[in-house]
């Protein structure tokens, strides 16, 4: 069975701090996806990458950037230079090749202080 | 509309009721998700839909619980009998289709809250 580690549970920074979310993920399978969402304090979750697991590029996205590490299971999530926007509780979400369960992190609650 | 509705956004209702959760996908998304999410945990699956496909009912957590899509558009999720443990914020998204490429785009969620 597929299952999501996020042992961060709460972080606090300060504005403009850099901050890594951890995501361990477990598989047997060779194949499969793992995405990043947020949800704000409104509530609407929003998607921030997706990742295939023959593709171990990392990715920058402005002020984002991911880590995927097969050997270590990992995918990472870095915000640099946080900013008070980025206060959202944060979900790592792995994905079998066949199958649409969708198997959520406990999320991580980010704090961000000006 | 742009995204995901779903209504009521809040539900209030006494234990033994019956209650019924509706979520407009998006126009043209084949796929359609129903979540749980209780205070301060993660994301539970509960059910999938795919066009006319049989859905995927591997996470509805008890009879209590079903879930129907008409017209491969809307859909309704239904609990009877209500217990306190139901209280939660239920969520719908929806995606274009099958492709795992594709991601899921939320709906705000209907908060339930069972006295």
């Known amino acids: 069975a597929q299952k999501v580690t996020q042992a961060q549970t709460e972080i606090s920074v300060v504005e403009k701090e850099d901050v890594t979310l951890d995501c361990v993920y477990e598989?047997?399978?060779?194949?499969?996806?793992l995405f990043w969402y947020k949800q704000p304090p409104s509530g609407e979750l929003v998607f921030l990458i997706r990742?295939?697991?023959?593709?171990?590029q990392n990715e920058i996205s402005g002020r984002y950037s991911w880590n995927f590490q097969k050997s270590t299971s990992s995918f990472n999530f870095t915000i640099t230079a946080s900013q008070v926007v980025d206060s959202a509780v944060y979900f790592c979400?792995?994905?079998?090749?066949?199958?649409?369960?969708?198997?959520f992190g406990p999320g991580t609650r980010l704090s961000v202080l000006p | 509309g742009a995204g995901v509705s779903q209504s009521p956004s809040n539900k209030v209702t006494e234990k033994g009721k019956d209650v019924e959760l509706r979520c407009d996908p998006i126009?043209?998304?084949?796929?359609l998700y129903w979540y749980r999410q209780s205070l301060g945990q993660g994301l539970e699956f509960l059910i999938y839909?795919?066009?006319?496909?049989?859905?995927?009912k591997s996470g509805l957590p008890s009879d209590r619980f079903s879930a129907e899509r008409t017209g491969g558009s809307v859909s309704t999720l239904t609990i009877q009998r209500t217990q306190q443990e139901d209280s939660a914020v239920y969520l719908c998204?929806?995606?274009?289709?099958?492709?795992?490429?594709?991601?899921?785009?939320f709906g705000p969620g209907t908060r339930l809250t069972v006295l």
């Open positions: 998204a929806s995606s274009l289709g099958t492709g795992n490429y594709n991601e899921q785009f």
């Open positions: 598989t047997r399978d060779t194949t499969y996806y």
């Open positions: 990742r295939n697991s023959f593709d171990e």
């Open positions: 979400v792995s994905l079998r090749d066949y199958g649409q369960n969708f198997v």
């Open positions: 126009s043209g998304h084949t796929a």
């Open positions: 839909f795919q066009g006319n496909s049989a859905p995927d």
